[in-house]
T-cell receptor, first 114, second 109 residues
């Protein structure tokens, strides 16, 4: 099955705990993105990666970390330094350049602090 | 100035009417422009892509791009209740994809 898989769908985090959100794709896309969406808000860019072993901070990277060791995978860690992590997290992938930049999304992970 | 701006509030349109959504962007080197539809609680889905100035039509959707004015719009003709959703404008440039805050559209039967 082709596509983008985010797991888990729902995640609960205790105060002071690090958690990792998974994003896997088999679309052979070079670029991968992580966004955060709060209720009634648009998507804010956390981190993005255009190639393996390289990634850049987005607009709200503080309290988050990522890795891109494989083309297919771009996991996001929400660290204890992120003081308000409750949100809907979305992973997207695309090709690079021109009309290949159409991005497609996984189903999202809803993170709640308990 | 925000990278991608969608300033209109919620839009209510009668069934069968035209819904018009607007978006402006700040970076003149932006290359690609997209409209996504997002239903409540779901992830965004791509409905239109546009790369050059002018209009692009796909079914009931028309995207319009004016790079000189840094402006992208989306028209939804013959609006249906199933079009009720939030519409997100996205702009690709400098290797990153940025989104506006979105516009909620409600189609009234």
């Amino acid at each position: 099955d082709g596509g983008i898989t985010q797991s888990p769908k729902y995640l609960f985090r205790k105060e002071g705990q690090n958690v990792t959100l998974s994003c896997e794709q088999n679309l052979n896309h070079d670029a991968m993105y992580w966004y955060r969406q709060d209720p009634g808000q648009g998507l804010r860019l956390i981190y993005y990666s255009q190639i393996v072993n390289d990634f850049q901070k987005g607009d709200i990277a503080e309290g988050y970390s990522v890795s891109r060791e494989k083309k297919e995978s771009f996991p996001l860690t929400v660290t204890s330094a992120q003081k308000n992590p409750t949100a809907f997290y979305l992973c997207a992938t695309s090709g690079r350049g021109g009309e290949n930049t159409e991005a497609f999304f996984g189903q999202g992970t809803r993170l709640t602090v308990v | 100035q925000k990278e991608v701006e969608q300033n209109s509030g919620p839009l209510s349109v009668p069934e069968g009417a035209i819904a018009s959504l607007n978006c402006t962007y700040s970076d003149r080197v932006s290359q690609s422009f997209f409209w996504y539809r997002q239903y409540s609680g779901k992830s965004p889905e791509l409905i239109m892509s546009i790369y050059s100035n002018g209009d692009k039509e796909d079914g009931r959707f028309t995207a319009q791009l004016n790079k000189a004015s840094q402006y992208v719009s989306l028209l939804i003709r013959d609006s249906q209740p199933s079009d009720s959703a939030t519409y997100l404008c996205a702009v690709y440039g400098n290797n990153r994809l940025a989104f506006g805050k979105g516009n909620q559209v409600v189609v009234i039967p």
